[in-house]
């Protein structure tokens, strides 16, 4: 399987602290995507990261990529209530297949 | 970017019976692609829709199961057939335009009772 390794499995902090999220994945990839997903609800594409690039930032989200260890982070800095969701990584597999991690549950406390 | 329809948003369904899904996509796409989430679970992929090919399955997942149709450029069904209670999921499709993300439709959720 392609699908790639998140960690942690489920994250909880206070509002106000930053959230870091790992992503491992196998293979050399084009690029790299991490998603949210509020709880029953659909995906929302948070940032792409190319294969080439080692940082990006939007908004309160930082995301680094390190394809020498086949691995990225997301970064959530001053964590909102509101940031409570599902996070899921996913790497384009064989250049057209979108394959996902198994995700962080993070929950953030009010 | 490419804004995708599916429908419908959700269904009950009794055991042994199917489920056709269906998936629009605004504009016109070589590849569709189906995943099915399971409760607490991440997306796993079921199969890659090419238009006028058979669909090509991801390990696990097998065309009596989960027959999929691609018409055109832009439209694409997904059945699951002979449903059990493990069928229970949510069903999105996908599709990419080159290199950048992917864009989801807003997922089937089916329940099997």
């Known amino acids: 399987s392609q699908q790639g390794e998140e960690d942690p499995q489920a994250l909880s902090i206070q509002e106000g602290e930053n959230a870091t999220m790992n992503c491992s994945y196998k293979t050399s990839i084009n690029n790299l995507q991490w998603y949210r997903q509020n709880s029953g609800r659909g995906l929302v594409h948070l940032i792409l990261?190319?294969?080439?690039?080692r940082e990006k930032h939007s908004g309160r989200l930082r995301v680094t990529l390190d394809t020498s260890k086949k691995s990225s982070s997301l970064l959530i800095t001053a964590s909102r209530a509101a940031d409570t969701a599902s996070y899921f990584c996913?790497?384009?597999?064989?250049?057209?297949?979108?394959?996902f991690g198994a995700g962080t549950r993070l929950f953030v406390k009010a | 970017s490419a804004v995708i329809s599916q429908k419908p948003s959700r269904d009950i369904c009794q055991r042994g019976t199917s489920l056709t899904i269906q998936c629009q996509v605004d504009?016109?796409?070589?590849?569709m692609f189906w995943y099915r989430q399971q409760p607490g679970q991440s997306l796993t992929l079921i199969a890659t829709?090419?238009?006028?090919?058979?669909?090509?399955?991801e390990s696990g997942f097998v065309i009596d199961k989960f027959p999929i149709s691609r018409p055109n450029l832009t439209f694409s069904t997904l059945t699951v057939s002979n449903l059990s209670p493990e069928d229970s999921s949510i069903y999105l499709c996908s599709v990419t335009t080159g290199n950048t993300e992917a864009f989801f439709g807003q997922g089937t959720r089916l329940t099997v009772v």
């Open positions: 504009s016109q796409v070589t590849m």
């Open positions: 829709a090419n238009q006028g090919s058979e669909a090509t399955y």
């Open positions: 996913a790497t384009d597999w064989g250049g057209f297949k979108t394959i």
């Open positions: 990261i190319r294969s080439n690039e």
